[in-house]
């Protein structure tokens, strides 16, 4: 009798560690098929009923149920228990809690995809300038805030007139977990560029006059948008007097007429000029002053070695600091910009562009 209630005991005891086995191989083999879901992910799910401030949702491959609130359901939309839809996922599924859905952020995600794809395949995508910032501008795109830095903007300094435009532009970076949307314009002109530029030169010749926009502005000159490519605006041809910087003639944004001084075909490259629209001073004063004559003009420079003097509109002569008095001279201590002199013509080469005054050998004749 005892070595049958043994044997009963032993077979409880296996038919106990079994049926455990069958348990723990069952959850292994459930987990096995769950996935791991990720914020800003899009899921299949199923609605399963209606839950206190929300809904139930059973997601394909999650380990628990998971939960859609009611403030995360669009207004006109209806959710019906057994309903199948897709949902953006807020917050991940973790030991403790399910997933947490959205349906008002599903918008959002598919416009996310659709960045990120863009970017994959290096798709142009157009964006509207809603606000100049910090180092860029801001931009709308499919209904997400995106920021340009200003090293990508074509014209690498954000202006007011960019504002309200709409510009094409390549994804450099779409991250909707960290919602950063990083987009160039530089990248997308650059292609567009490539792809007509040698149509765009066929049709252009040297000397020839064209209409273009200011893009960009440098301390060395400016370059202006030709039918689609950039021409380089020299600063030495935005003016015939004497500039410190383009922008004090030209702005961003502008349009100007501009003549065509030189077409590099190997390289692709336009060389411009503004100066050239009108008539050069340097023929315009020929006849009008002679050597020995006495001008006044205006100081327009002062360096180390003598002072450059405004004597015509766009035509300037050197005053040698050996030509400022018979006694050595500091040019610094002696002129400042915008000092009317007056000075004696003692070498008068306008085919050259260059004349030499002198003040001393006025104070010479005077003796």
């Known amino acids: 009798a005892a070595s049958d209630v043994y044997k009963r005991q032993i077979k409880n005891m296996t038919t106990t560690l079994e049926k455990t086995n069958l348990d723990e ?55 019906e228990i057994g309903e199948e839809k897709e949902f953006y996922v807020l917050k991940e599924e973790n030991d403790e809690d399910g997933m947490l859905l959205s349906l008002k952020r599903l918008a959002f995600a598919q416009a996310w995809a659709q960045l990120n794809d863009a970017k994959l395949q290096g798709d142009t995508i157009l964006a509207k300038v809603v606000s100049i910032v910090k180092g860029g501008v801001l931009v709308d795109v499919a209904d997400l805030k995106g920021f340009i830095p200003s090293s990508q903007l074509r014209t690498g300094t954000p202006f007011d007139g960019l504002i309200d435009t709409k510009i094409e532009v390549k994804v450099l970076e779409a991250d909707p977990k960290k919602n950063k949307l990083i987009l160039s314009q530089r990248q997308a002109v650059a292609e567009q560029r490539d792809q007509v530029v040698d149509n765009i030169l066929s049709e252009l010749e040297e000397g020839a006059v064209v209409k273009g926009e200011v893009v ?3 301390d060395f000159g400016a370059f202006v948008d030709i039918n689609g490519i950039d021409g380089l605006l020299p600063i030495s041809e935005i003016s015939w007097s004497r500039i410190k910087h383009p922008s004090d003639v030209i702005s961003l944004g502008e349009t100007i007429e501009v003549k065509i001084i030189k077409i590099d075909n190997e390289l692709k490259r336009i060389s411009l000029s503004l100066k050239r629209m009108g008539e050069d001073p340097w023929q ?20 180390g070695f003598g002072a450059f003097i405004n004597i015509f509109p766009g035509v300037e002569a050197l005053l040698p600091v050996s030509e400022m008095a018979e006694e050595n001279v500091n040019p610094f201590n002696t002129f400042k910009v915008g000092d009317s002199v007056e000075v004696l013509i003692k070498k008068f080469t306008p085919q050259e562009h260059r004349i030499a005054l002198s003040i001393k050998d006025i104070n010479k004749d005077a003796e």
């Open 25 to 79: 191989f069952e959850r292994l083999l459930e987990e096995s098929f769950a996935k791991s879901y990720s914020v800003a992910d899009i899921v299949e799910g199923t609605v399963v009923k209606k839950e206190g401030e929300g809904y139930l949702i059973s997601v394909k491959g999650a380990k628990t149920e998971a939960f859609l609130p009611n403030k995360e359901i669009p207004a006109a939309e209806g959710l």
């Open 284 to 303: 315009q004063i020929e006849g009008q002053f002679e050597e020995g004559q006495i001008i006044k003009g205006t100081v327009n420079k002062v360096t």
């Open 216 to 218: 960009r502005i440098a």
